[in-house]
């Protein structure tokens, strides 16, 4: 999907990484380090959706906190409109907030079933400091008439909804304040197929009003296609291929992308495909591999992938994390051996 965007950043990420502490063994003898973002460069231009795309356990869900601050940074910085979010704090911090947003994965367990909906809904505007009830009260049914809903159903509990209308309020939620960007961790995955298609339209229909940009997380290729301007394709923590949504989904260059995509089913009768898994498990990020971290699973590795890690560069229109384009180190490489 193609929309005019700006150029300006509305989000980005500077060497971005997450780090934690886990245990391991018996009774937790062991400790390690985990990093499920490593080192990302990233951002999210106003007025654009943006989806990063991964297997589970890839950490992009993770990488969507750390933007909103959901989670803290151990290196790098992120920056909102030119601000380092890291350095708010207090009322500067509450304002944040209700300027970006965020629509979790499971409308089941992302809403308190001890509230009624105009409590749910209402909550981003509260937390930011507004105390006028009558504002507060139109802008919750302004929010609820936007997705869909009847605002008279404000005062009922979320177990009255089904789960299409239970997203539906997560979303009145996360748009309630006018957010400039939105975090929508796989909105879609899990409802049923026949309700997957009005929230997304919703949400684009949204966006395309507000003007807000959006960072997509899904491991939906078909999804990711449907709503993005541009794709950044993750992987073990790191984003290997990105690029326009035309490119990288149309063309995909690394390895990983391509696999990604074989394993998307078709209808196209005329379209000859071998629909394939992706051999092996992904990494752990207590025990990645040497060099590049797909080479263990990659059916064009060869010994320079498992020796050195590679590096984003510039290739076919995008960037890509793969020494099948980086002609020089790969004729070097050949060169030594």
Do not use: W
Not at 77 to 90: C, H, K, M, P, S
Not at 95 to 119: C, E, G, N, T, W
Not at 197 to 219: E, M, P, T, V
Not at 260 to 282: A, F, H, N, W, Y
Request: contains cysteine; neutral net charge.
């Amino acid at each position: 999907m193609s929309r005019a965007t700006s150029t300006e950043d509305a989000v980005s990420a500077e060497a971005l990484s997450v780090t934690y502490a886990v245990r391991t063994g018996f009774l937790g003898s062991t400790r390690r380090v985990i990093k499920p973002v490593d080192g990302v460069d990233l951002s999210v231009r106003k007025g654009e959706v943006m989806t990063v795309i991964g297997e589970s356990g890839s950490g992009k869900s993770t990488l969507g906190f750390a933007l909103l601050r959901l989670v803290k940074p151990s290196a790098g910085r992120v920056l909102f409109y030119g601000e380092d979010i890291n350095e708010a704090r207090g009322s500067e911090l509450r304002a944040l907030r209700r300027r970006m947003q965020i629509v979790f994965q499971d409308p089941y367990s992302s809403l308190d079933p001890r509230l009624h909906v105009k409590d749910i809904v209402s909550e981003p505007l509260i937390g930011s400091g507004m105390k006028d009830p009558g504002e507060i009260d139109e802008r919750t049914s302004r929010a609820m008439s936007m997705v869909g809903l009847d605002p008279s159903a404000k005062t009922k509990y979320v177990h009255e909804f089904s789960g299409g209308q239970r997203q539906r309020i997560g979303i009145a939620r996360a748009i309630v304040g006018d957010p400039q960007f939105v975090v929508l961790d796989e909105p879609t995955s899990n409802l049923d197929v026949s309700i997957q298609a009005q929230i997304l339209n919703l949400l684009l229909d949204l966006q395309s009003k507000s003007g807000a940009s959006y960072l997509f997380i899904s491991h939906n290729m078909a999804v990711a296609q449907y709503v993005s301007d541009r794709v950044a394709v993750m992987y073990a923590g790191e984003v290997v291929e990105r690029g326009s949504s035309k490119d990288v989904i149309g063309e995909p260059m690394h390895p990983y992308t391509q696999d990604l995509l074989s394993c998307v089913p078709t209808m196209d009768i005329s379209r000859k495909v071998t629909e394939v898994e992706i051999s092996g498990d992904p990494p752990s990020f207590a025990d990645l591999p040497r060099g590049c971290r797909y080479s263990n699973r990659c059916k064009h590795a060869f010994d320079l992938c498992r020796e050195k890690e590679p590096a984003l560069a510039a290739a076919g229109g995008r960037e890509v994390a793969c020494f099948l384009y980086h002609k020089e180190e790969k004729r070097a490489a050949a060169s030594e051996g």
